[in-house]
């Protein structure tokens, strides 16, 4: 490894963080499928896997998931309005929310064999011999967290997750002309599934192709632009995002996406507003208009402001459809330090809008505004939904044992899981009263162990 000098300090030229390691894995997943690698390429492939997975949190997860559990059924594993900022639950302990959606094998098809294998007491060598043998021991043990919560004897997990829901709220939220005709493509495509998807059309805006033309991989990029893009987003989060989805883009390649996508989608950039010479509007114009003058009831789109000075040493609430307020406490200006790639300040500063939260100052902009505006009303439909299919006595039968995020499970017996699945989409699909306009659409699944294996979900274990 290079070393240089920089102002007495020593730093390295490379690195080995995590995020320089996701984008090398990107880069060799790129040339493998394209051509294939060298020698020298896949050792490197081989040891950043390695480095990236082999000092992973799978092993306390099972650890955690033991000591929450009392007899067999796994304990106090979320806090409610646990993100404070928006009301969403958080998890804690095992971090059920927060579990890989890979899958071992081809669409999973190695899971079921390797939980057999772990719940009849396999050894280290064992499971590291076992297929697919190219995947090191943690990162086995990650994809495995999921399906090691199974459901009691003689039942089943049944399972809805929203299609795209952080997707369709911005455009709902946004109310305008262009938003609508993004929403009429949701709405195209949920009627008709043959119809092009919003990934497949955003995918085809940014490479100037035939929606008919784009492939999965492309439509990738589409998925990844317009959940990183929606709010505010730019280069940088672009790029963070690929990396999720094992994307590499370079600069260059980012920055076009991202001009793309705002061009085809303009009514994104209206939601999100600004606040400048004489120019006031979406949400960033409502926020700072209602901040100017207190006590003054402001729009964007479907959401509104008003700040209060009387209330927290003076605070700025955002309303949602739902009429339930997010706060931000004491809003204010204040110089900050611009901090290099290094994590260390550059010595210039900008200015920039921040409000108090717990554990100091939070910056407060434009695509804050728009993220919790999201995540927020995702929430209220979730509780809205828990709250209906809990207090209904007919559906007693399929009590809900988790949610994750935009995803509700429920516990049935085995033989009614057919009329669970029914009952619980009916129930994902049924609009609050606010919520009108909005188009939903759900997927239901059913297994006896909770995964996101194709293989498992079309022909798993009874």
């Given at each position: ?58 092993p306390k997860k099972f650890a955690r998931l033991d000591a929450q559990q009392v ?392």
């Amino acid at each position: 490894m290079t070393i240089i000098m920089t102002n007495d300090r020593v730093k390295p030229e490379f690195s080995l963080k995590r995020e320089r390691v996701e984008r090398l894995l990107a880069m060799l997943d790129v040339k493998r499928a394209a051509g294939g690698l060298n020698t020298d390429e896949t050792k490197a492939h081989e040891v950043a896997t390695l480095r990236l997975f082999g000092a992973g949190a799978a092993p306390k997860k099972f650890a955690r998931l033991d000591a929450q559990q009392v007899d067999g059924v796994v304990r106090d594993q979320y806090r409610f309005n646990g993100a404070a900022q928006t009301g969403r639950l958080s998890s804690k302990s095992a971090q059920i929310q927060n579990l890989t959606r890979d899958v071992l094998g081809e669409d999973g098809a190695a899971e079921a064999a390797l939980v057999d294998a772990i719940a009849d007491g396999c050894s280290y060598a064992e499971l590291a011999a076992a297929s697919p043998v190219d995947v090191p021991v943690a990162r086995k043990l990650a994809l495995l967290v999921r399906p090691a919560i199974i459901a009691t004897a003689a039942k089943a997990f049944v399972w809805s997750d929203w299609s795209a829901v952080e997707a369709r709220i911005p455009p709902w939220l946004a109310a305008s002309g262009g938003a609508e005709k993004v929403l009429d493509i949701f709405r195209a495509n949920d009627r008709d599934p043959t119809r092009p998807d919003i990934y497949t059309l955003a995918a085809a805006d940014i490479l100037h192709k035939h929606p008919s033309a784009v492939t999965k991989a492309e439509r990738n990029v589409g998925k990844v632009a317009t959940l990183a893009l929606a709010f505010g987003g730019s280069v940088g989060a672009l790029q963070r995002m690929a990396l999720a989805y094992r994307i590499h883009l370079d600069h260059a390649e980012a920055r076009r996406i991202v001009d793309a996508w705002r061009s085809a989608n303009s009514w994104a950039s209206e939601f999100w507003g600004a606040h400048r010479n004489g120019e006031s509007f979406g949400l960033w114009g409502a926020a700072m208009s209602a901040w100017e003058v207190p006590g003054r009831l402001t729009t964007g789109g479907r959401i509104a402001f008003v700040y209060r000075e009387d209330y927290l040493g003076g605070a700025l609430f955002m309303g949602l459809p739902s009429g339930r307020l997010l706060t931000y406490p004491r809003p204010r200006w204040q110089e900050v330090d611009i901090l290099g790639k290094d994590g260390q300040p550059t010595g210039e500063k900008r200015h920039e809008l921040s409000f108090l939260r717990a554990h100091g100052r939070a910056k407060l902009w434009h695509g804050t505004l728009a993220e919790n505006a999201t995540q927020a009303v995702a929430a209220d439909i979730l509780r809205q939904t828990v709250t209906r299919i809990e207090t209904n006595p007919a559906l007693a039968f399929m009590p809900i044992r988790m949610t994750t995020h935009d995803e509700i499970v429920c516990e049935v017996d085995a033989a009614r899981a057919g009329e669970a699945k029914g009952l619980l989409r009916r129930e994902m699909l049924t609009l609050p009263d606010w919520a009108a306009g909005l188009p939903l659409q759900s997927e239901e699944s059913t297994c006896a162990w909770y995964t996101k294996s194709k293989a498992a979900l079309s022909g798993g274990k009874p």
